[in-house]
């Protein structure tokens, strides 16, 4: 079974900062899924980033960025300018590629990011 | 843009009654999913649907069950309430296929306490 760790349960950064949440897995497989989700406070998640784990290249959205270490097994991801709406939740998660019961999410226990002004 | 909704921001309900959580999304997406959120432990999948009547059981299906007749709608049935299943509770939908495949989408979540 795939577990993700999320070892920061807390973190705060002062606004225009930036900061790294760190996220582990472990999985055998050698194809998969890695996400992060926001979650801001009493609001809908939603997604942050993607990575398909046979892309060598390291996803990028606007501020958001993510270091993939697939030896490592390690998800970090990084927010640049931070700004006080990035305030939230934040949980990485996994997915073994689609297909019958694969479609299932593992997720982290969430880190609680703070930005402060 | 994806919309997923459920039936209730905020349910209070008694312990042994039974409660119906309900689930509908817009996009003709072919899988939806339960999870329960609590605390410290992050997401945990209760149970999702790939089709329409089929389902599957997730990590933590004990005292639940999942009725999905529609393929836009999905529901989460307590069959007799415990102050144990107080928690929020997070509906989500996806699609195998497509440019955005496999990301789910959630609802704004159902928090339920039992008393």
């Known amino acids: 079974a795939q577990t993700v760790t999320q070892s920061q349960p807390e973190m705060s950064v002062q606004e225009a900062e930036t900061v790294t949440l760190s996220c582990t897995y472990d999985?055998?497989?050698?194809?998969?899924?890695l996400f992060w989700y926001k979650q801001p406070p009493s609001r809908q998640m939603i997604l942050v980033i993607r990575?398909?784990?046979?892309?060598?290249q390291n996803a990028t959205e606007n501020r958001f960025s993510v270091n993939f270490q697939k030896a490592a097994k390690s998800f970090s991801l990084k927010i640049s300018d931070s700004q006080l709406g990035d305030t939230a939740m934040y949980f990485c998660?996994?997915?073994?590629?689609?297909?019958?019961?694969?479609?299932?999410?593992?997720f982290g226990k969430g880190t609680l990011l703070t930005v402060n002004p | 843009d994806v919309k997923v909704t459920q039936s209730s921001r905020y349910l209070v309900k008694r312990t042994g009654e039974k409660v119906f959580l309900e689930c509908v999304q817009d996009?003709?997406?072919?899988?939806m999913f339960w999870y329960r959120q609590d605390p410290g432990l992050g997401l945990r999948l209760i149970y999702f649907?790939?089709?329409?009547?089929?389902?599957e059981k997730g990590d933590i299906p004990e005292g639940y069950s999942v009725s999905r007749e529609k393929k836009e709608r999905f529901s989460l049935i307590l069959e007799s309430a415990s102050t144990n299943q107080t928690s929020m509770y997070l509906c989500?939908?996806?699609?195998?296929?497509?440019?955005?495949?496999?990301?789910?989408?959630f609802g704004p979540g159902t928090r339920l306490t039992v008393l």
């Open positions: 989500a939908s996806s699609t195998p296929t497509g440019g955005r495949a496999d990301t789910q989408y």
């Open positions: 990575q398909e784990a046979y892309k060598q």
């Open positions: 996009m003709d997406h072919e899988n």
């Open positions: 998660a996994f997915m073994k590629p689609s297909g019958g019961s694969n479609y299932k999410l593992t």
């Open positions: 999985t055998s497989e050698n194809n998969y899924y």
């Open positions: 649907s790939y089709d329409v009547k089929m389902k």
